[in-house]
C-alpha cells in the first residue's frame, strides 16, 4: 500500500539551480496536486492536474512547472532556484477533485 | 483567505474525548466541511468530511449544527498519536480546482 509517493525527502540547491520534484501514486487516482508549507503557515496550492494531459494553476504557481504525461506521476520543476523557494512540498491525489485527498509525506527544499 | 475559524491551541488528556470546535458562519449551500489532520513531519491526513448530518467513521466523530455553521470534531478516546494540528475546511462539491484552503488549524496536545 504505497499510496502518493514523494521523492526525495530532502533536498539542498544552490540559487540558480534545477530539479524536479517526484510524485507518484498507486490508486489511479485522476486528480493531482502540489502543495508548499512555509513554516507556521498553512498549506498553498502550486499547480493542480485533473488528469494525463491536463493541467493548471494554483495559488502560488510562479517559478514552478508541471506536466502529467501518466496517470501515475506527477512531477513538479524548479527550472531555477531562489532562497524564497525553500519550504516543504507536499503532493496529493484523489479520484476526483472534490473526493477526500492523500497526502505524500513531503520534500524538505533548502536553497542556499 | 481561511473560511473558518478555530482555536489555536487544546490540550486533552489520553483516553478522553477531545471536542474541536470549527466556526464556518459563511458557509455555502454546496460547501462541505472537511477535516485533516497533520502530524508532525508528516503529510496531511484526511479525517472525516460532511454536509449537515453528522457523520461518523472508525477515527473521528464530525456533529454539524442544524444552521451548519458551526461545527465539532470529536475523537472519542484520545491517545498520545493524535497529538496533531487539525484543520477544518470547507470545501465546495462539485470542485474543478481540488483546491484545500488551509487556515492555522488546532494544535492538539494529548497529556498522559
Known amino acids: 500500500n504505497a499510496g502518493v509517493t514523494q521523492t526525495p525527502k530532502f533536498q539542498v540547491l544552490k540559487t540558480g539551480q534545477s530539479m524536479t520534484l517526484q510524485c507518484a501514486q498507486d490508486?489511479?487516482?485522476?486528480?493531482m496536486s502540489w502543495y508548499r508549507q512555509d513554516p507556521g503557515m498553512g498549506l498553498r496550492l502550486i499547480h493542480y492536474?485533473?488528469?494525463?494531459?491536463?493541467?493548471d494553476q494554483g495559488e502560488v504557481p510562479n517559478g514552478y512547472n508541471v506536466s502529467r504525461s501518466t496517470t501515475e506521476d506527477f512531477p513538479l520543476r524548479l527550472l531555477s532556484a531562489a532562497p524564497s523557494q525553500t519550504s516543504v512540498y507536499f503532493c496529493?491525489?484523489?479520484?476526483?477533485?472534490?473526493?477526500?485527498?492523500?497526502f505524500g509525506d513531503g520534500t524538505r527544499l533548502s536553497i542556499l | 483567505d481561511a473560511k473558518t475559524t478555530q482555536p489555536p491551541s487544546m490540550d486533552c488528556a489520553e483516553g478522553r474525548a477531545a471536542n474541536l470546535p470549527c466556526n464556518h458562519s459563511t458557509i455555502s449551500g454546496n460547501e462541505y466541511v472537511y477535516w485533516y489532520r497533520q502530524i508532525h513531519s508528516q503529510g496531511p491526513q484526511y479525517i472525516i468530511h460532511?454536509?449537515?448530518n453528522n457523520e461518523t467513521n472508525e477515527m473521528a466523530s464530525l456533529i454539524i449544527t442544524e444552521d451548519r455553521k458551526s461545527s465539532t470534531l470529536i475523537l472519542p478516546h484520545a491517545t498520545l498519536r493524535d497529538t496533531a494540528v487539525y484543520y477544518c475546511i470547507v470545501f465546495p462539491q462539485p470542485s474543478n480546482t481540488g483546491k484545500l484552503i488551509f487556515g492555522q488549524g488546532t494544535t492538539l496536545q494529548v497529556k498522559p
Open positions: 460532511g454536509l449537515k
Open positions: 490508486m489511479n487516482h485522476e486528480y
Open positions: 496529493a491525489s484523489s479520484y476526483t477533485p472534490w473526493q477526500p485527498q492523500h
Open positions: 492536474s485533473v488528469g494525463a494531459g491536463i493541467t
